[in-house]
């Protein structure tokens, strides 16, 4: 029995200390008077992600926004290294306990232009103690962006195939 104990206890322990390290520093205040949602994104030609999903954050409350590895590693594979904080309204179809469609649907929001925003630098972050404060940090309406899933070309024929099948073209000019 007490063998069964030391393993249990020692298999626990390797558990534990292989857990990928979260950087929980960040805190987001919604000191708005409706429920919110939250999206970390850095935005060059196109919209790159970080590894922060789509968060709800409820009225007057405040929510630690928590990510595996650290924040100074998204900062470095960014290419302007401006961290934009996007805010979405709380549309009941962004509620949904799947994040890949979240993520498609909050991207058409994005699209649309749909969203308030604020761009952080690391230094800015580092200097408010991480605290991002919805809306007094000066959110502002969001422009139209073309992200990765809504700026690719939609798929032709070939017009070499449509030829040889002789199959009218109307795909292509």
Known sequence: ???YNIAYIVTLTLLILSCDPMD???LVYNNSSDDIFVRMIFINKDVKETMVGL???KSKSKERIG???SWESEF???SDSILSVVIFSDYVFLDNKYEASNKNKSDSLLKLG???VHHYKYSDLENNDWVIKYPEDGFKKGK???TENNNRKK???NPKVLKEKEIEDRWND
């Open 114 to 116: 749909d969203y308030q």
């Open 67 to 69: 990510k595996l590895y």
């Open 155 to 157: 798929p032709t024929p």
């Open 55 to 57: 968060r709800k954050i």
């Open 1 to 3: 029995m007490k063998k």
């Open 24 to 26: 929980n520093r960040m």
């Open 144 to 146: 139209k962006l073309f």
């Open 76 to 78: 470095e594979d960014s």
